[in-house]
């Protein structure tokens, strides 16, 4: 089993940056599909943005694209997601979440087999 911590969450100002990190305790991370996804209050968990193993290939949601970046240090068991221009709207609590067996749907929450406990970020002046 897989266990997924992620980090990194706080508050910070509009217009700002923050990088979450979520460390997985699996050496077979590489071959792993990682996902991030955020929820905020009253709202449905949605999808921020996923980076598969095969050719490293990333996605973005539209609300994040151009804002967020995710990249992955395989060495370290690691994902990040990169966040820059963070507007009131963004805030939420961030899961990231692992899938060993990469599915087209990265984008839904359903396939993915782990997740980490989330972290609280919050965006406000």
């Known amino acids: 089993q897989v266990q997924l911590v992620e980090s990194g969450g706080g508050l910070v100002q509009p217009g700002g940056s923050l990088r979450l990190s979520c460390v997985a305790s699996?050496?077979?991370?590489?071959?792993?599909?990682m996902g991030w996804f955020r929820q905020a209050p009253g709202k449905e968990r949605e999808f921020v943005g996923a980076?598969?193993?095969?050719?490293?290939?990333?996605t973005y949601a539209d609300y994040v694209k151009g804002r967020f970046t995710i990249s992955r240090d395989n060495a370290k068991n690691t994902v990040f997601l990169q966040m820059n221009t963070l507007k009131p709207e963004d805030t939420a609590v961030y899961y990231c979440?692992?899938?060993?067996?990469?599915?087209?749907?990265?984008?839904?929450?359903?396939?993915?087999?782990?997740w980490g406990q989330g972290t609280q970020v919050t965006v406000s002046s």
């Open positions: 980076i598969r193993r095969n050719g490293g290939r990333i």
């Open positions: 979440a692992a899938d060993s067996t990469p599915s087209t749907y990265y984008y839904s929450a359903g396939v993915y087999e782990y």
């Open positions: 699996d050496r077979t991370f590489s071959t792993y599909t």
